[in-house]
């Protein structure tokens, strides 16, 4: 995981060349639409959009939507926090994202597998 707000646009480059000479794919994660560019000109497959604003910790679930729409087809968006229920997934889903990344809303769950099931009801 390379997050664009935390490294240049050349560190981005040079760390994606870097994963794949060792034979890792990586994820690129951004959240403000100026780092599109640059992590659109690494070679990576794989752009995460992070729906939460790392600085006021609000969450938009169509900020990924929104973004995904700039991004070329041969790239895979992951929908990336605030994931909480099915009606998210869909609407995610709807919206043209093809992967999504959950973390907290599953690990404060009593039975992952059970959550998961209820996640990917849809």
């Known amino acids: 995981l390379l997050i664009a707000e935390c490294l240049s646009p050349q560190q981005l480059i040079e760390m994606d ?5 060792l034979g890792l794919q990586t994820l690129i994660e951004l959240y403000e639409p100026e780092n599109l560019a640059p992590v659109l000109a ?7 959009i992070n729906n939460r604003d790392l600085r006021t910790f609000e969450t938009d679930l169509q900020h ?6 700039d991004i070329p087809s041969d ?5 990336e926090s605030g994931i909480r229920t099915a ?6 889903k709807a919206g043209g994202i093809k992967a999504i990344l959950v973390g907290e809303s599953l ?12 996640l990917l009801a849809n």
């Not at 990924?64 to 729409?69: E, I, K, N």
């Open 75 to 79: 790239r895979l968006v992951v929908g």
């Open 17 to 21: 060349e870097q994963a794949s000479e």
């Open 107 to 118: 690990m404060r769950q009593p039975d992952i597998t059970v959550a998961t099931k209820a």
């Open 42 to 48: 690494t070679k990576t497959r794989l752009v995460g």
């Open 87 to 92: 009606d998210d997934v869909a609407m995610l």
């Open 64 to 69: 990924c939507v929104r973004l995904a729409a």
